[in-house]
């Protein structure tokens, strides 16, 4: 099925019309590069992509990720040319009340992905890509990346990860434009530079000019015969077409002023007079996706989990136990699948890749394409869990951000929380994840202080589906203190010890709740103080409800402990919990920069140790 | 100065046997790690850099970066050997009282750099080349990578940043050992596909047996002859000399068990019997850096900044009094660099480009690179203030981390804060920026309402060094509130209306005072209401006395307001800091994910505006 040319000229013209129209009514937006990407972008949808636009969900349908997502206009455009959406909705671009935002979100229907922070969408095709081969699905990805954005490390972080796992089925476009956001790029000479950087990087590289429609055919054709991934590099012009922008700095982000719209408007139509005039009757049909049947492996088996075999007492990190549940819930959930960043000795992850050693990804030491990759892939109804370090974390806290933005089911596990890994030191302790975890939008913050309710806890996850969630894990061994029967749910908490008209409450999570147990003992045999004891495993959300009810028959006392930097912590959680009531809060977490030693040291160190805590409630005692 | 290769092999031995035992010692550390980096580091500290090791600051001396940070033993021993630390202290390595860490801290003056998150060495020494560049110093910088680290994107924003300022005193070395933490790396079998991507990139390549020392000498001359930036690609062995477990995996981070530490040792001795035996009396002196001044700029000229023309009323956006500050201080303090991501024309910075152009740092869309860039030239004394979108630091979270632990004096700048840049959605507003910063040891976070405020806080940053600064700024124009003699500082705040006995005290920052001071401005008139307000420009810290006093005047009723993530910004900054006491705090902040549209229609939907100040102000008055 050969679309005819001028077709497809006339299909641009009216993209370009809109690309540039667009941001001027809106009073803001990316005219300059969408007008650069216009015939890549209706090549591929009008003339390659095989999709059906009123099922693009298809599961073998290509898909197109808009990894520069400020050329928006360009993507609504499109999707409104298909049919799918009105012109009076593609007229409320950028309002409060529309699903056409500035940069493509979740709201938005048709988009693979939230972007706008550059350098992610590589990582996110990839993702699709590798989950299309592991189902024997036709589906080919296409991801379209401004050239500025190549300098972004992340994109080299995937396209490694894509020519080692030979993605022949991801193809990158890269429109090089030439003009950065207020600077030329770095090869805004020559696309050479690049060539030469993705064919070291594994890919295919193909040039061509950007503008010429026939040339575009032909590449995106080639780039379906290799085996390996390919990249397109497409010669553009930034505000093309448009004579008083085109190739012009100073003009990225800033709409064309609106008294010279129809200046601008004029100048399209001379240069691509032929297209605007077209009027053939051409009756368009999409290329439709190959129809045969694939495996639909996401529907979970009715399996209950059975029990883990610790015992209380054991001895057993948590990192294992997330290890030993990661196994047990392979079982049940097909779809489950591990990515780990070459630490999955470390992160209790290789259990499971001894028992499914297809389902463990390995993404070597870059976790932000491991994150992203988890983005597609949770697209493709995977169920990725994520491991790493807890500190390596902050390394993709911006794709994780994105994640958040664009609505995405993460299951991210974080390794080595706290101080209380000892001798390897500051540059490898998580002490600021649970801040950053807080605070993205519908997340949930698990931290567990023992194996059963570290395994209770992430089949907990695997159910989640309504935002990010994230397991922090212990390095060292802790003993075993919850029974087989306890129940674990996000968003509650158990209480280890309540009194009525306790001295004080301790609200511990993770490795300080067996600090608390053991100030608990201490002061009932050393100073007859009752003190009673929540184990806080869901620090978002909190359990509210309990945590008020023991605080109020504690003399409204609390002290919470963390091993965790203060700020965004438990103790600030706790405290904006309880804010608007009058109960007193002392918290006791890391409020300096750590150091290489013993756990116990450490937690002596800062002040979280079970004497810490003993001390506290003793002065409490004085006052 | 011909150095005899069996001195230089003979300390290689005391280094791998220093590199064997500290681990062991220690119970815990990286042997396999450093055993395949010795014989490298031997030829660099005592055959190829210049420097003495009594004076290694000196501004001539060639610097040495261990980017692989885990190989801290050899790192310690090296200096041991250089006679600046002694054997008792070495024997201390990984203890609590040590400054010998399990990975390089600033503790430990003779490291450049924090490291232990890999991928980060090659920035920082691309910050240390681009300043002796610069200041036309003689210095060589050498980083030593290993092969799994060349997975982080970062390495190749470092990469090209180092290419394209045609940095040719940067000698990366990689330490090709073919072995990550948990499996084998993705060049293990050759170092060709390195060699390619740092071609790709700009660099001359050199491939090398890692393990001659006659080879690594040819290396490094020929290294430092090139008008690139070099990479030397040592082929090494895991383990190398240590049969047991040389180029085994399942050894990584694993120390050899006491009880065959005799057995290892002894098969370092067989091995290496020639400079296990040694004894000849090669008198080695350092080669010391050429001696030839350099001009210091780095102190400032006691120059008073002179007072903007801001004019009370005025609408100028706190990121235009940020470029206006940055270009008024670059004349008091030579030493003044500025870095930005292609985003100049954005953060403000390009005013101060305008007038210094050699001093703009252009980092492109690479703001992990752009941080530890920043890193490094710190600690070559200049004084970097770092701007890009506050949402983008989040690429950056681990870098900003890493500098914190290395106590790195960074000024950063993030524009675009909350959801009152509108439009563009919420993939470029910064939400969680106060979370991430207030979690750094030692940070200073600062949000200033208006220009003038702006213009002060900047200067105040110049001359914090004590820590990460942060000063966040708002996209669009807000007007100017305070008057030039109006004073601030780190840790203080304005009480912009103050009543005895006031309904409530407002607490608000940037963007939220404005909104604060209409909202009391309608309850005073249309209510008869006082309020109280406070713009609490300084976060972190905060002025913990005067909010009391404020407060406490106010009926006990604090309201925050903030255009941010409650998670860890201003309202539980506040929580935190009155958390001994019982006074109720209500937080009105962002608490879902935002998206496009108008400044205004975001302030309200997050019910941050004046309006929903004065409807939370007016539940009050019932209750």
């Given at each position: 099925m050969q679309i005819p040319i001028p077709f497809l000229q006339h299909v641009a013209y009216k993209l370009r019309c809109a690309s540039l129209e667009l941001p001027t009514r809106a009073g803001s937006g990316h005219a300059s590069s969408c007008l650069s990407a216009v015939d890549v972008v209706t090549t591929l949808f009008w003339a390659v992509m095989r999709y059906d636009p009123t099922y693009f969900e298809h599961p073998n349908a290509d898909r197109f990720i808009?990894?520069?997502?400020?050329?928006s206009a360009l993507l609504y455009a499109v999707w409104k040319e298909l049919g799918m959406i009105s012109e009076q909705e593609l007229s409320t671009y950028r309002q409060f009340t529309s699903r056409l935002e500035g940069h493509p979100t979740a709201?938005?229907?048709?988009?693979q992905a939230a972007t706008g922070s550059l350098g992610i969408g590589l990582s996110i095709g990839a993702g699709h890509a590798l989950m299309a081969r592991k189902e024997r699905r036709p589906t080919r990805i296409y991801v379209l990346m401004g050239d500025a954005e190549l300098s972004e490390g992340c994109i080299w972080e995937a396209a490694q990860f894509a020519s080692y796992y030979k993605l022949n089925n991801l193809i990158g476009i890269v429109d090089c434009n030439g003009l950065g956001q207020s600077t030329q790029t770095i090869g805004h000479d020559t696309t050479e530079i690049y060539a030469q950087r993705f064919a070291a990087f594994g890919f295919t590289v193909i040039d061509v000019n950007g503008h010429a429609i026939p040339e575009l055919l032909t590449a995106f054709d080639r780039a379906q015969q290799m085996y390996t991934p390919v990249v397109i590099l497409a010669r553009t012009l930034k505000g093309y077409g448009v004579a008083m922008i085109e190739n012009k700095p100073g003009w990225h982000g800033k709409p064309i002023p609106k008294e010279q719209l129809s200046v601008a408007q004029e100048q399209l139509r001379i240069r691509f007079s032929h297209a605007a005039t077209y009027t053939e009757q051409y009756q368009w049909n999409p290329h439709l996706p190959p129809a045969f049947p694939i495996k639909n492996n996401d529907i979970p088996k009715l399996k209950l989990l059975p029990d883990p075999a610790y015992k209380k007492g054991d001895q057993v990190a948590t990192r294992t136990a997330y290890g030993d549940a990661l196994t047990a819930l392979g079982a049940s959930y097909p779809a489950l699948i591990a990515l780990d960043a070459d630490v999955k000795n470390s992160t209790g992850a290789e259990t499971f890749e001894s028992k499914y050693p297809d389902r463990l990804i390995e993404c070597f030491v870059a976790e932000q394409n491991m994150v992203s990759v988890g983005v597609g892939m949770a697209r493709c109804g995977a169920l990725p869990f994520i491991a790493t370090f807890g500190a390596f974390f902050t390394r993709a806290h911006d794709q994780i951000r994105m994640a958040a933005i664009g609505t995405s089911p993460l299951r991210l596990v974080g390794s080595h929380a706290g101080i209380s890994i000892g001798q390897d030191g500051p540059s490898q302790m998580a002490l600021e994840d649970i801040a950053l975890m807080r605070t993205l939008p519908d997340s949930i913050v698990l931290y567990p202080s023992d194996a059963m309710s570290t395994y209770r806890l992430t089949a907990c996850m695997a159910d989640y589906a309504d935002g990010i969630s994230y397991l922090r894990t212990t390095r060292m061994p802790t003993p075993v203190i919850y029974a087989p029967e306890t129940r674990f749910v996000i968003g509650g908490c158990q209480v280890l010890y309540e009194y009525p008209n306790a001295h004080a409450s301790v609200i511990a999570a993770g490795i300080t709740v067996h600090e608390a147990q053991q100030a608990h003992d201490i002061l009932k045999k050393q100073h007859n103080i009752l003190i009673s004891v929540i184990d806080l495993y869901s620090i978002k959300p909190l359990d509210y409800t309990t945590i008020l009810h023991v605080v109020q028959a504690s003399n409204g006392r609390i002290i919470t402990v963390e091993d965790h930097y203060i700020q965004g912590g438990i103790g600030e959680a706790i405290c904006s919990a309880l804010a608007h009531t009058s109960i007193n809060i002392t918290m006791l977490g890391v409020t300096a920069l750590p150091r290489s030693g013993s756990p116990q040291e450490l937690l002596a160190w800062a002040g979280i140790d079970a004497q810490s805590i003993v001390a506290k409630i003793l002065q409490f005692s004085k006052n």
């Open positions: 808009l990894s520069k997502g400020h050329a709201r938005f229907p048709y988009t």
